[in-house]
């Protein structure tokens, strides 16, 4: 895949494992575009990596709100025209509380996030992709959307589904999504993965991570930037795939 010319929206990328994608992403060539929610933090993360000398703009991009949203693909199609990579980075989690003590309310607004503003953005951009001559589509989930883990009690991670319902359940959907675009996309050679960073220190988990955020950008830019003979419809971490 070459990178001349390309472009990439990633989501929630004004911090962590989304702007050291965007670092990533930008050293290989490609135009990357921050979605952020605060304009100031968008804007410093661009400003920053631009100050290495890469191409990277803020989009105004709340995935929650389908007017930003709706917003954000419309300068893409007219600045660019077309869009090669979306990685669906933006993500919130909850807790931690027992299954049986998280409400409803916290379960949802999760989801808002983690399954609702994916489905948003990847329907907005589609139209963009696939103006593209090879589009790819990363999904960042996590192994703790492993149903396969989920349902193992000697699960090294099980200390952390017993109390985040809400994160684990919204990535096991997120999963499932991933598949569904996949298979309808495969044919017009748009390929759509899910890929877990590992446990890395972020606001996401308070920076309880044992792995750096860097570390974690490695699987999703591989993924980012893959040739037309790589997977679709997978979930990988760096050392290969997860059982769903």
């Known amino acids: 895949m070459t990178t ?29 575009l921050i979605g952020a929610r605060n304009a100031e933090r ?20 709340d995935v929650t709100d389908e007017i930003t949203v709706r917003a954000a693909a419309e300068h893409i199609d007219a600045t660019f025209g077309r869009l090669d990579i979306l990685v669906n980075n933006a993500a919130i989690a909850a807790g931690p ?4 003590e998280t409400p409803a309310a916290t379960v949802r607004q999760a989801y808002e996030t983690n399954v609702f503003g994916v489905v ?10 696939r103006r593209s001559a090879a589009a790819r589509i990363v ?20 200390a952390y589904y017993s109390v985040l319902l809400p994160y684990c359940t919204s990535k096991s959907a997120l999963n499932a999504i991933t598949v569904l675009y996949a298979d309808e996309l495969r044919a017009e050679g748009i390929l759509v993965n ?4 590992g446990y890395c220190a972020t606001d996401l988990n308070r920076r309880t991570g044992m792995r750096t955020a860097e570390e974690g950008a490695a699987v999703v830019v591989d993924l980012a930037t893959v040739g037309d003979d790589g997977p ?3 979930f990988l971490t760096e050392d290969g795939p997860i059982p769903w």
Not at 97 to 100: E, M
């Open 42 to 61: 968008g804007e410093a993360a661009a400003e920053e990596l631009r100050a290495d000398g890469a191409d990277v703009r803020f989009v105004p991009l």
């Open 194 to 197: 899910a890929v877990s960073p």
């Open 97 to 100: 509380q027992k299954p049986s």
């Open 139 to 158: 999904n960042m989930s996590s192994e703790l959307g492993s149903l396969t883990h989920l349902a193992d009690p000697g699960s090294p991670w099980s």
């Open 232 to 234: 679709t419809g997978a």
């Open 4 to 32: 001349s010319q390309k472009t990439a929206l990633i989501t929630g990328a004004n911090k962590g494992i989304g702007k050291e994608t965007a670092r990533r992403l930008a050293a290989l060539g490609i135009t990357v």
């Open 120 to 129: 948003a953005v990847t329907h907005a951009m589609l139209p963009l992709l």
